[in-house]
């Protein structure tokens, strides 16, 4: 197996394959639909990640609205983490942050998805606050972290 990661835009061939990830990380996962439509949105960028063959290993989402950024979704398959694959997705979004002149961005995760929390600290993100019962399936907060820029 490769270890390439190659990061593109998401595409309307990616979709498939991006729901089956969502339906397997999310309790209340993007549709196709949802996905769709946000190839037309002008304040998103969905990005992909492929193997060398052009398997989607990952995905990742951002709103921009003024010079704020909002990652709306990061998401490896399991058979594909711990290679490195949300880090890439994940400098992307920081690149075009500080590119761009954005004064932040920011996600929401869970308390107990620890992984994600090691990855986002990782990249200067630092806890901001909580909302309550944001997710369900189980019921949990979500901790807002947040990366300035500015």
């Given at each position: 197996?490769?270890?390439?990661?190659?990061i593109?835009?998401?595409?309307?061939?990616?979709?498939?394959?991006?729901?089956?990830?969502?339906?397997?990380?999310f309790?209340?996962?993007?549709?196709?639909?949802?996905?769709?439509?946000?190839?037309?949105?002008?304040?998103?960028?969905?990005?992909?990640?492929?193997?060398?063959?052009?398997?989607?290993?990952?995905?990742?989402?951002?709103?921009?609205?003024?010079?704020?950024?909002?990652?709306?979704?990061?998401?490896?398959?399991?058979?594909?983490?711990?290679?490195g694959?949300?880090?890439?997705?994940?400098?992307?979004?920081?690149?075009?942050?500080?590119?761009?002149?954005?004064?932040?961005l920011t996600?929401?995760?869970?308390?107990?998805?620890?992984?994600?929390i090691?990855?986002?600290?990782?990249?200067?993100?630092?806890?901001?606050?909580?909302?309550?019962?944001?997710?369900?399936?189980?019921?949990?907060?979500?901790?807002?972290?947040?990366?300035?820029?500015?």
């Amino acid at each position: 197996m490769s270890n390439a990661i190659h990061i593109l835009p998401m595409h309307a061939d990616h979709i498939p394959a991006i729901a089956k990830l969502e339906r397997e990380c999310f309790s209340r996962p993007w549709s196709e639909r949802m996905l769709s439509e946000e190839l037309e949105n002008q304040c998103a960028a969905f990005l992909t990640a492929l193997d060398d063959k052009g398997e989607v290993l990952g995905y990742a989402g951002l709103l921009v609205a003024a010079d704020e950024g909002y990652i709306t979704n990061v998401a490896v398959f399991p058979q594909h983490r711990r290679r490195g694959v949300a880090a890439k997705l994940l400098q992307v979004f920081c690149d075009f942050a500080a590119a761009h002149h954005l004064a932040f961005l920011t996600l929401e995760v869970r308390p107990s998805n620890d992984a994600a929390i090691a990855l986002y600290a990782s990249f200067g993100f630092t806890e901001r606050g909580r909302r309550r019962n944001y997710y369900d399936l189980p019921k949990e907060d979500a901790l807002i972290l947040t990366r300035d820029f500015g």
